[in-house]
């Protein structure tokens, strides 16, 4: 189905045709072209960080973090239950087993449960920032230093947060705040962290390129042409984030007093804008008949059928799911176009201006 207010669109505005065009004419388009290590640094340095390593998706990049750190068979990672499934997926290909948490009425990880959950084979705690809301990474990393764990960061949804944790990995998929089409990058401050993580993307090649490979490695690289595009999304970030900032607080106003919709907390940067609503299946289908996509919350981890759990619908994370969804957020999205999609809102639940 064709909407006319889609949730996601990229925002191309800058020098992307100019970036990728270049990488096109000087025959650079593989992963060993100049626009990779151009947007590596460009990215780190926009987060403060010293380190960055491109890869293909933030999947990968969050699969990368964790071989880096040494999981593998036999390790546990504390993962969110309120989380896309990629975040699970990461740890499950290392061979190790994801320990699931439920979430906060912000949606995400609620650290007061986090101890309960830690084992003797517990490795890493990975904090997803859910739709651009920062965990609570003063008590994750006092937990973490109190156990002698690491910290991986699931940031795909938080361009603009900056780094706590030993990694923190971006998507840079075509919804998310800044895009490369597909792509991911990992933030780190330790260096040897980040040699790791660039060997492993790039098959563990030895040195003379001997074709002996000592470890399991994967082909997860990013191309020129993709580090073109994300080069030139990171040099307009500051101007995203603050659109975006608009973009929420439009959607907060117009949306506070409408009986039937309940506003979830502000978020420190916006990917997507999320509610809950009262007849919420109903809703949906009223404004994709009006042209206005939506999307439905995350499933609770433990409801996959990869890693059931029968006690799904007591979690908190159920309940979110069960009435929550976000609507179109996007940079190029007007405030012409916020004000259709509020006041079909308020049209449904008979609370017109």
């Known amino acids: 189905m064709s909407y006319t207010y889609p949730v996601s669109m990229p925002w191309l505005k800058g020098r992307e045709l100019e970036y990728v065009t270049e990488a096109v004419g000087g025959g650079w388009i593989s992963s060993q ?14 987060n403060d960080m010293p380190h960055g390593v491109a890869c293909s998706s933030g999947t990968t990049a969050l699969t990368l973090a964790l071989r880096a ?18 975040t699970a997926w990461a740890v499950t290909y290392t061979g190790a087993t994801p320990v699931f948490v439920d979430c906060g009425d912000d949606l995400n990880i609620d650290v007061s449960r986090v101890e309960e959950k830690i084992t003797p084979r517990t490795k890493v705690i990975m904090p997803v920032h859910v739709y651009g809301r920062q965990c609570d990474m003063d008590a994750i990393m006092n937990l973490a230093y109190e156990y002698n764990l690491r910290v991986v960061e699931d940031s795909a949804e938080a361009h603009g947060v900056r780094p706590v944790g030993d990694i923190a990995c971006f998507s840079l998929f075509a919804n998310k705040i800044i895009t490369a089409g597909e792509g991911g990058v ?21 040195k003379d390129h001997s074709f002996l490979h000592k470890k399991l490695a994967y ?6 042409m993709q580090a073109a595009v994300a080069l030139a999304q990171t040099e307009q970030l500051d101007t995203i ?5 608009d973009i929420e607080k439009r959607y907060d106003e117009a949306l506070r007093d409408v009986p039937g919709i309940t506003l979830m907390p502000a978020r420190d940067v916006l990917w997507m804008y999320d509610l809950r609503a009262e007849r919420s ?27 059931y759990d029968a006690d799904w619908p ?4 159920s309940r979110f799911s069960e009435d929550g969804f976000y609507l179109p957020t996007h940079t190029g999205l007007t405030a012409q176009d916020q004000e259709f999609v509020t006041d079909r809102i308020r049209d449904f639940y008979g609370a017109g201006r």
């Open 241 to 245: 984030l603050a659109t975006r900032r």
């Open 219 to 224: 082909n997860y690289r990013m191309t020129n």
């Open 314 to 317: 007591s979690l908190n994370a």
């Open 281 to 307: 299946e109903e809703l949906r289908a009223y404004l994709a008949d009006q042209g206005v996509e939506t999307r439905v919350f995350f499933k609770p981890m433990s409801r996959q059928p990869g890693y």
């Open 69 to 86: 750190l040494g999981v593998g068979r036999g390790d546990e990672v504390i993962v969110p239950e309120f989380t896309m499934i990629a």
């Open 33 to 46: 072209g100049p626009y990779v290590r151009r947007f590596e640094e460009a990215f780190a340095a926009w």
């Open 186 to 206: 990992c933030l780190t401050r330790d260096a040897r962290l980040a040699e790791q993580m660039a060997h492993l993307r790039a098959m563990a090649f030895t």
